[in-house]
Each structure stands twice: as C-alpha cells, then as structure tokens.
C-alpha cells in the first residue's frame, strides 16, 4: 500500500493503507474495523460492501487479500467519490466503487458474482430515538432509506451460493437479524460478541451468515476492547496493527 501520499491521508495503522477523510463522510469507525478484522479469516477472491461510505471497508479487505476483485456501493455521491480516491490512493481499482441505491442492486452487480458480501448497515428502526437534523446522518443511523430486510436481499442477489455475507449489527437487534438472514436464504454459522470490557455487556454483534448452508451456529468467545482494567487488551492491538 502506499504510504507516500498527501497530509490529507492519514494512515490506518503504521505502514498499512491510508484514508482521507471528510466532514462529510468520516472514513474510520470501530465498528467497520472490527467487521473487517472478521472477516478477513480465510481468503477471497471477491468481495462487496453494501453501502460502503468512504470506503474503509473495501480498503482493509483489499489490503488483507492482495489481488482480489474488491467492489462497494454506495448510494450518496460524495461519499462515494472519496471512497474512489482512497481506493486510488491505496493501490486498488477506484471503479470498483458503485455510486447506487443497494435497493436496486440487480442493476449495479451481476447475480452471485461475489465470495463474499459485507455490511455495515443502519441500526435502527425509523422512528427510534432521537434522529439527526441532518438527513444524512439521520439515514445512516436509522433505517428509514436502507431497512435491515433491504441490505439482506441485496446481499443475497450478490452473494454465490455457499459465499458468505458478513455484517456488524447491535444485540438487541439480533432476533431481527437472524430472522431476516434466514429469509434471504442465509444460515448463520458464525457469531460474536463484542464488548467495551470483560465488565460491560455485549454492544455489538459480528455474525457470518451462508448462502444455502446448513443449521449449526459456532458462538465464538467474546471480543473485548479492553482488560478489566481499561487497558487495550491483546487483541485489540492486534485488530489495530499496534
């Protein structure tokens, strides 16, 4: 990847691939890192990530899997230009980044074109909480632009038959996300939990899901962010290359 770029990249981790971010479209959360560092255990040859903002997903799986074909969609324009120029700046192909609405992805992708799909979707339902004044944010919190059963689908169009679909979602939410899983055709086989300490419950869930598999969930150890003493535990540093 390269590092020899403007003050305007700053680098994910050391000698590792460097975003540009914006007011408008922040590149790094933990959230998109963590789904990353999930799925990136075993090789692929092709990959696309559902509605991808400023890219930072596409950009840690391209650097994980040198040479595979890695393809985003996403539906705002300007988010979608600085995802071209941070995949053009880290090496990869800046076309592979799709300007559409993932609710009409029969349009954008070929069917069962991918070994596997991601997904950093909206986490709540329209009308829960408070909402952003800025309809931007708002519909990247919410679901009222992109529902859960939408990112399902496209994903399950884009998705072959025994590839697998990777999403980072909230555990109150996880009765939702199997049953819309499981009506797109997916089984989940993989999830963990994720949590701030071994003293805090789960905030986030990371579940891999297969297109056509068979019943059986493996419930992996926890994930914790920090030791008992709010220090960044091991593993962290490893997801974090420090």
């Known amino acids: ?37 999930f799925a990136s255990e075993r090789g692929r040859k092709s990959i696309l990530d559902l509605g991808t903002g400023a890219g930072v997903i596409p950009i840690i799986l391209g650097s994980a899997f040198p040479g595979a074909r890695i ?10 230009l600085l995802a071209r120029e941070n995949m053009a700046a880290n090496g990869l192909d800046p076309d592979g980044i799709i300007t559409g ?16 799909v991601t997904a950093n979707p909206p986490y709540f339902r329209e009308g829960s909480g408070v909402a952003s004044p800025d309809p931007e944010r708002a519909a ?8 859960l059963s939408d990112v399902c689908r496209a994903a399950k169009y884009a998705c072959r038959w025994g590839g697998s679909f990777f999403l980072v979602h909230k555990p109150e939410r996880l009765p939702d996300v199997f049953g819309e899983l499981r009506k797109a055709g997916f089984e989940p086989k993989r999830l963990r939990l994720v949590c701030y300490s071994p003293k805090h419950a789960p905030n986030l869930i990371l579940c891999e899901a297969r297109r056509g598999g068979n019943p059986g969930l493996n419930i992996e150890r926890p994930l914790f962010l920090t030791d ?15």
């Not at 590092?3 to 691939?17: K, R």
């Not at 609405?101 to 596997?116: M, P, Y």
């Open 228 to 242: 008992e003493d709010g220090a960044e535990s091991e593993e962290s540093k490893i997801i974090y290359h420090r």
């Open 1 to 37: 990847m390269k590092n020899d770029l403007s003050p305007d990249f700053e680098p994910l981790w050391a000698g590792g691939p460097s975003m540009k971010q914006t007011e408008d479209a922040f590149a790094l959360s933990t959230d998109s890192v963590l789904l990353s560092y």
């Open 71 to 80: 393809n985003g969609i996403e539906i705002n324009e300007k988010s979608a």
């Open 101 to 116: 609405d993932i609710r009409e992805i029969k349009s954008l992708v070929s069917a069962g074109a991918f070994d596997a």
């Open 140 to 147: 990247r919190r919410d679901e009222r632009t992109c529902t």
